[in-house]
C-alpha cells in the first residue's frame, strides 16, 4: 500500500487494514525519504520513476512474487509509474484518489498541489476540509481517522522530507515525459479506481481519464467523498477491494 504526498504508514485506518488482511499479507510502508524511511541511496533520482523504482526494490527486498498494489493520492502518481514502467512486478492495482499526470491531469490540480505543499512545508496540517467535504458524512470519515490516530503508531514527519516530494509531484503533473499518461494504453493488470466525487485535491476527472484509457478498469465512485474516499469508506472499501483482488 503506497501512501500520499506528506503521509506516513500510520495514515491507513484500521477498519480498512483490518479488512484486507482479512484473506491476505497486507504491508504498509514509508515511501523513500519520508518518516521511518530514509533516502538509503541519494544517487536515486528524486523523481516519480525514482520512487516507483524503489518500490520495486522493496518487493524484491521482501521476496514477494508479484504482489497486488494500491496507490493513494502521490501513492497512486507512484503505482501508476511502476505498473507503465515494470508491469511484470506486480499484479493486480488499485488506484485511490490519483492522476495519470500529463495530459491526463487536469489544469486546477497544479494549483491545488502547490496551496498543499505551502502549508505542509511551513509545518502545520492540511484544514480537514482539504480531504474530507463539511458534511454529515464527511465529518463522521474525519472523526473515524482521528480516533485511528490514536491507535496507529506515530510516524515522524519533516517539512524537509515533504520538501523532497514536491518537485518530483510538479514535474509529474506537468509532464509529458515525467508523467504516466502515455503508458496507461498499455497497461494489461486488471485495475480498480476509487474516488471521491467531490475530491478538492486531484479531480475526479483525473480517475476517470484513467479508467477511459485502460482496457477493463473499473470505476468505483462515492459522492459523499473527497480525496480521502479510500479512507472515509474503509471497511466498505476493503470488502470491495478484497473481491476485486480474488476475482
Known sequence: MVSGQGATLNIWTPDLLKTLAGGRQVTIFDNRGIGYSTDADPEEENTILGYADSTVDLIDALGLEQPDI???SLGGFITLTLVTSFPEAVNRVVLADTSAGGQGTSAVNLANL???????????????????PD???????????IASQMVMPKDPLTPAQVGLQTPAIEA???GPDTSAYAGL???TNPLLVIAGTQ????????????????????????ADSGHAAILQHGATNGAVISAFLDA
Open 135 to 145: 458534511t454529515e458524512a464527511g465529518n463522521a470519515g474525519l472523526c473515524r481517522l
Open 172 to 174: 509529474y503533473l506537468q
Open 114 to 132: 502547490n496551496a498543499i505543499s505551502t502549508v505542509l512545508l511551513s509545518g502545520q496540517s492540511l484544514p480537514p476540509t482539504y480531504i474530507y
Open 185 to 187: 494504453q498499455n497497461v
Open 199 to 222: 475530491d478538492q485535491i486531484l479531480s475526479v476527472q483525473d480517475d476517470i481519464t484513467i479508467v477511459s484509457m485502460v482496457p477493463g478498469a473499473s470505476l468505483l465512485q462515492y
Open 70 to 72: 494500491l496507490g493513494w
